[in-house]
Structures are given as structure tokens and as C-alpha cells.
């Protein structure tokens, strides 16, 4: 009897622990889940998660369902942590709150230098029609420093790094959109941010940071402004400029963007002296109905501004797209801030692609050719352009040499007597060469024609002859585009989730399929013009952001829980053709010591503790 009680006390020791193991793992890549809680401080919820995430030190994210979260303080964002959420979660600032928003406090702040931090795919609301309005500039010498939705940031000496803020919808605040100083390494992308009262994105003290396909509507000051940055690129952004009168801003007080030095930051005396801003460059962005001033420059060594688009509001209204004046009793909704973006794009009939792929051939494109005379022959050869053409930042590319588009004509000669002569057939010859960095077209025209004759006895007689002329054009050669034809990627497999990831060098993107999810991971982004001749071109720009259902940890995609092959498909894309990734280095990887010293060791020792008094407990209930 001894012995089997010993056996069942020794069997329960090991079976909790195997319990505690598998709850730890558990918890591994997993997300936090919440939904809206009743009342009006949903912060509390949030931070109890926030928190959880950043000690949990194991990838938890923390994920909020559709619905109104109603907060009347901060959300405090920590490091190591994704905050992520459904496209109709909305974060949305109580009616009845105090003025808890101000300096280096918004809705959404950080704690210390924050780093390795995402933000995506949800809204906040700052309900500014619902706040007094006295809030807007309330703190003397403070302007529009109420009300910051996303306030993240380092200091001076110590600077936050790693953040991505994506895919939000940003809207109806005192003051920014999105405000980040002193960091490292910050990208904002794919936002939608309308009706901010001061900055839609504002950086301040960054350093190499990236601005990419915002839409940004802005109402007073800027739609986006880099204060005292440092490498730094805006891209494919939208920045509609609402003309109105808001909180004292005057009919048209918003700019497209600035770009400066400034000594000092209003709202906490953040000093910025001894930070130049250096090294910008702003391109392929459109400004719309740009206000004060579409760009505006006032400081700054090596910026670079080139390839933006600028549309006039006149244009819009004639459209009947509404852009009247703004203010606190007509404030623009976000319906009527989309309506705008997408008439903007209209206009533009601006194409974005991953391909360079046009399909265009030469009887695609109308163009007259200037013709000399040869002899009997008139004619001419002129290379238009080349066929599917790419520019990477600025660099011309062909997928192959022969990738040459070519318009040629050839007549009889006008000016030459042709009484008594007709032309029975014209061939036409066209010969390619491409050669030392230079593309040469050569027309080669033979024409037989023919002389009318009358013998001794009437009849008509044809005497038949032969004319030649050569016709050649000769341009510049871009160069063919280098890409792979086959890649092998390298697969992590850990005990509780892997990691995949595919070298991106002469690809467009990389396509990542699992479970019957996707997610596309974007390096080159392409838009679409035609040239004087009207052969279609296209630019690319390199950018780095995932867009699609599956997670992602850093350049690797994340796969949560055991790893199946084959319910994995990759795909690459280069500017010119597509293949499957199928070969990958598959190393299966153990958990660092550390691993398990952060959980199991002080587990370990409750358990124990817990195993001792439960020994000794049942100990005296059966002896």
C-alpha cells in the first residue's frame, strides 16, 4: 500500500510538471485578445495587456476585435510589443474626459526609449467635436500640443528604434496624427489620417525613417512635416490640403509638407539644436490643393525633391468632389476625406505595379515618322522606346536586348519625276544590333519599280529595275535587369513556431502561402507613365512592408504552432516573371538555454515549493 501511494505521489509530481511545461509553451506567438468592455476606460484592459505581452518575452501580440473602446487616459505602449487590431476596432477618447492629452502624453504613449514596437490596423478616434473646445490651444506658448494619437519616442540620449505604425485610420484630434522623436528606424505606411489640427505625421529628431502610400488630409500647419532628421524617405504619400478655419487657423493653413531644422519642440521643450536635417528625399508623392505651400523647405543639407505630382483644387471642384471650408461645426468626415483621395487618383490615372511586364507592342503606339529622301526611296527609322523598360531609382532597365520598340516607314520618293513609272512592290527589312551600350535599328528598303515603254508596234512594255536605300536610328542601351531565375530561401523550425525567409536581391516581392492565408512581402513598388512617344515606362522604388493575413517578425515570416510543409507555398516575383521558391535550408532549432531558464527555472522552483507542501499535506491525510 506504501509503495503505491509513493507511485501515485511520484506519477501527480510529474504530471504537474508536464503541465506547467505545456502552459508555458503555450503562450509562445500567441495573441492577447480583447473586446470592448463597458464604461469609458478601456485603457485599463489594453495596459493590463500591453504589459503581459512585454514581460512575456515569448512574441505575444495583444489584438482588439471590432468595436468602440472608449479611453479617458493613455494607452501606454511598451517595448517588444505589436498592438495590433480589426479594421473596424476604434479607439475613441471619452466625451467626458479631462485634459489628460497633453506634452509627451497621448492617447497612445510609450514608457522609457521604446523599441522593437508595431502599431497596425485599427482606428483612433481623438472626438475632438465632442471635447470643449478649448482644449485645442489651452497651455500658453503650447499650441496644438493636445491631443497626440500616437506620441512614441526616445530621448536625447537614448533613442527609441524599431517602430512600424501601418494600416490605421487616424482621425479628428487637437494636434498629430502620429508625432515620433528621437528614434532609429521608424516607418509609418499605409495609413489614413484626416482631420489632425496640426501634424498629420510629424518626425522629429529621426533617423533613417519612412514615410510610404499615406493618405493624409490635412487641415492646419502640415500633412506631414521631418523636423531635425536624418536619412530619410517620403514616397507614393497623398497629401490633400482641406482649405478652411479651425481652432484660430486662417482659409488655407495647412502645408503638403515641411522639411527643417527647428531648435526646440513646443509642449515639453524637446531641444533638437545640434540635429540638422540631412539626407531627405521626397519623390513620387502627389499634393493636392496644396494650400500655403506644397513643399516647404527651410532648412536641411542634401534634400532631394523630384518626380511629385501636384493637382490644383480647382480641378476637384470641378468634379463635384466637396472641399469647401472646415471648421469646428463642419469638420470633414472620413468618407468625405476618401471620396477626395480616390478623385485625386483618378485624375492622375496613376497605375501602381509589381510587374514591369505592359504588353505593349508597336502597333500600340501612334508616331510619325520624319522621312529623308534616298534616291528613288523616301524613308525613315526611329527606336521610340524600349519595350516593358524600368527605372530603379533612376537606373534604366531592359529584360533583354532585343527589347526595342521600333516605328519605320518607306515610300517612293516624292520629289523624284515618276511619269511613266509606278512601283510594283516596297520590302521592308529591320535588323537590331545591340552593342557596346549602344542599340542601332537599320531599315533596309529594296524597291522595284518599273518604266512604261511603247514598241514600234503599240504595245506597253514593263522594263523592271531595283532601288536600295539603308535607314538607321541609334540610341543609348539601358541595361539588362539581372534577376534570378531560381532562389533558396532558409526555414527556422523551432519547437512552437518557424521562421521562413526568402533573399529579396532582384525581386519585386515574395509571395508567402500558408493554411490558406497569404501575405505579400513588397520590395519594389511601381508606377506606370508613358513617355512622349507613348510607350509605357515604369518607375520602381524600393520599399520593404508586408501587406496580407499572415505575421511577420522582422524580414522573416512567422508561422505560429508546428510547422507543416506542405501547407507552405512561396513565390517570387522579379519586375519581368514569377517562380515558386521550392528549395530551403530547413534547420530545426532547440530553444536557448536562456529559453528556459526565463521559465522553467523559476517555475521549477515554485513548483517545487508547491510539491513539498503538498507532499507534506497528503503525507498526513494517508499516513
Partial sequence: MRIKKKTLLRKLFFILLLFIYLSQIGLAGEQIVLSPQGGHSNQKQINEAIKQAATSARGVSVFLTAGIYEVDN?????????????PDAIIRVSSTS???????????????????????GFQIDGNIKNLPTGYANSQPGREHDCEKLINIGGYSGDFANNIKI????????????????????????????????HEGIYFSVVRNGYINNNKIAGITSDCARLDNCDTCLVEYNLFFSYGGESYGAYKHGANGLQIGDASVSKGYDARK????????????????????????????????????????AAILETMGVPIGDISIDNQPTLEMTEKVFDSIFDILEVEFTDTGRTDQIEEDIHYTIQKTESGRIAGGIKIVGFRDLINIDGVPYIPKNDSV?????????????????????????????????????????????YKLSTDSTGTTKKKYKTSKAVFSDTVKAPEVLQRPSEIKGILYEYPIHSLAYVPSEGLTKVKYEYDGKEVNHIYLLGEQHRNDNGVIYTNFSKVNYWNGDLDHQGEFLYINGSFDPEKLTVTAYTPYESFQVIHFDHIKKDYPDKFYADWLFPSFGLFLIFGFGAWYYIRKILY
Fill in 166 to 197: 501601418h494600416d490605421m485610420k487616424l482621425y479628428n484630434a487637437f494636434s498629430d496624427g502620429i508625432y515620433i522623436i528621437y528614434a532609429d528606424g521608424v516607418a509609418c505606411y499605409d495609413n489614413k489620417i484626416s482631420n489632425c489640427q
Fill in 273 to 312: 539644436t545640434g540635429y540638422p536635417t540631412r539626407n531627405i528625399e521626397v519623390r513620387f508623392n502627389t499634393f493636392a490643393d496644396p494650400g500655403l505651400k506644397a513643399i516647404w523647405l527651410h532648412g536641411g543639407e542634401n534634400v532631394y525633391i523630384h518626380d511629385n505630382e501636384f493637382v490644383d
Fill in 98 to 120: 479631462s485634459q489628460w492629452f497633453t506634452g509627451r502624453t497621448g492617447v497612445i504613449s510609450s514608457i522609457g526609449s521604446i523599441k522593437n514596437v508595431e502599431i497596425a
Fill in 405 to 449: 520598340l521600333v516605328k519605320y516607314e518607306a515610300v517612293k520618293a516624292p520629289s523624284y519625276s515618276w511619269n511613266n513609272t509606278g512601283v510594283s512592290q516596297i520590302k521592308k527589312d529591320v535588323d537590331i544590333k545591340n552593342e557596346n551600350g549602344n542599340v542601332t535599328a537599320t531599315l533596309t528598303v529594296t524597291m522595284e519599280w
Fill in 74 to 86: 493613455t494607452i501606454i505602449m511598451r517595448s517588444n510589443v505589436r498592438l495590433l487590431g480589426d
